[in-house]
């Protein structure tokens, strides 16, 4: 019933930067906190970024001062602008929302991610 897909991977320079978008379908009702992950070769994922429904965000300390996280509520769509780009950075990004939707005549929360995207800083 929702669906979150991801945009604006691919292969960029150390130094540079990259656009991340996600953005969510379905029957929503509201979407509350929205999140980056990245999850490397042989690592765990690990969390990047999050914000809440209000506009308050978090950051991981590996990524502040270099990352923004931002949404558009009427696009329904969460953004990570990713600047300064770093080789250990290279990772399969997720996004993750947590979303009321209309199920039947009745409305449930749930925990979504999408399906990924590369992110390779290589020179």
């Known amino acids: 019933q929702v669906q979150l897909v991801e945009s604006g991977g691919g292969l960029v320079q150390p130094g540079g930067f990259l656009r991340l978008s996600c953005a969510a379908s379905?029957?929503?009702?509201?979407?509350?906190?929205m999140g980056w992950h990245r999850q490397a070769p042989g690592k765990e994922r690990e969390l990047v970024a999050v914000i809440s429904s209000d506009g308050s965000t978090n950051y991981a300390d590996s990524v502040k001062g270099r990352f923004t996280i931002s949404r558009d509520n009427a696009k329904k769509t969460v953004y990570l602008q990713m600047n300064s780009l770093k080789p250990e950075g290279t990772a399969v990004y997720y996004c993750?929302?947590?979303?009321?939707?209309?199920?039947?005549?009745?409305?449930?929360?749930?925990?979504?991610w999408g399906q990924g995207t590369q992110v390779t800083i290589s020179s």
């Open positions: 993750n929302a947590d979303v009321s939707y209309v199920s039947g005549y009745f409305v449930r929360q749930d925990d979504y």
């Open positions: 379905g029957s929503i009702v509201s979407i509350n906190g």
